[in-house]
């Protein structure tokens, strides 16, 4: 008796998906750069998060109403009504 083949054959010279993520991983903890761009990347959205929080006012309660997000955050784009 066979057995029977769960996965299908891949043609010669092919990788499937879980090959692929394998190779992908251990390309990540290989390459030294890899924690340092993370790093950087979190510390580079804190940043913005901070900076964005600390020059962003919350309107006066009698302006509340008319109170436009998009056009606080970006001056320069056109309110929609």
Not at 41 to 55: C, R
Not at 56 to 81: E, I, N, Q
Request: charged share 10%; glycine share 6%.
């Amino acid at each position: 008796m066979t057995a029977l083949q769960t996965t299908p054959a891949l043609p010669a010279g092919r990788y499937g998906f879980t090959h692929a993520a394998r190779m992908e991983w251990i390309k990540l903890r290989s390459l030294r750069s890899t924690l340092w761009a993370l790093v950087a990347t979190v510390a580079g959205m804190l940043v913005i998060g901070i900076v964005t929080m600390a020059n962003t006012h919350a309107p006066s309660p009698d302006k509340a109403d008319t109170f436009d997000p998009v056009t606080t955050c970006w001056p320069g784009s056109p309110s929609v009504s």
